[in-house]
C-alpha cells in the first residue's frame, strides 16, 4: 500500500513554528506578550519580529542547538538544568 505524505530532507532537522524556529518563536513571542502587556501590541509585534530576524542572523552557520549552549556559557550554572558529566560554565580552564 503506497502512502503519500512528507518525507523530510533530514531526521535531525530542528522543530518548526509556522516559518521560523522555536527558539526563535519564543523570542517573537516573549516581547510581543511584552507588548501587550505594556499595552503596545503592535509595538511588540514589530520589535518582536526584527529580534527574531536578527536572532536568526545571529545563529546562521551555526550548531542547531546554538540557543542552549548559548545558555550554559552566559547563564549561572545553577539556572541551566546541565547533565553530570559536564562541568559548571564557570569553569574555563581544565587539565587534561
Known sequence: MDEIGYIPKSLEAQERFLWWDFDQAILFLLVMGTGVVSGA?????????LVAW???????????????????????????????????????????
Open 41 to 49: 501590541m503592535m509595538a511588540g509585534m514589530i520589535f518582536g519580529g
Open 54 to 96: 536578527q536572532y536568526g542572523r545571529l545563529k546562521t552557520g551555526k550548531h542547531p542547538k546554538f540557543a542552549l549552549h548559548a545558555l550554559y556559557w552566559w547563564l549561572p550554572s545553577w539556572i541551566v538544568i546541565r547533565a553530570r558529566t559536564t562541568p559548571p560554565s564557570h569553569c574555563r580552564f581544565f587539565l587534561g
